[in-house]
Nanobody, 112 residues
Framework: QVQLVESGGGLVQAGGSLKLSCVAS????????MAWYRQTPGKRREMIAG??AVANYVRGRFTFSKDNTKNTIYLQMNNLTPVDTGIYYC???????????WGQGTQVTVSS
């Protein structure tokens, strides 16, 4: 059973923008803290944006938001650079413990 579904990735030129979406099941959305992670080539998966924090290296360019009526979180990415190329994952961590869920990932490729 798919719990998290990401969309919005693609190929964009440097300086361009993309907006990622992640739709969660109602149960997951209401019981979890949600965030965006990314995995770039040769590196570990890292958190880049959540409800309370945005990683320093994307702050000012990436914006996290959520729509409680649609059980959806978003990641608006502006002024993209080739360094931002990678697979972006939606993560839902159960508040109070109990596990987490991952989406299937969406590929973002930024050309120079």
């Amino acid at each position: 059973q798919v719990q998290l579904v990401e969309s919005g990735g693609g190929l964009v030129q440097a300086g361009g923008s993309l907006k990622l979406s992640c739709v969660a099941s109602a149960t997951i959305f209401s019981t979890s803290a949600m965030a965006w992670y990314r995995q770039t080539p040769g590196k570990r998966r890292e958190m880049i944006a959540g409800n309370l924090a945005v990683a320093n290296y994307v702050r000012g360019r990436f914006t996290f938001s959520k729509d409680n009526t649609k059980n959806t979180i978003y990641l608006q990415m502006n002024n993209l650079t080739p360094v931002d190329t990678g697979i972006y994952y939606c993560n839902a961590r159960t508040v109070g413990g109990g596990g987490e869920h991952w989406g299937q990932g969406t590929q973002v490729t930024v050309s120079s």
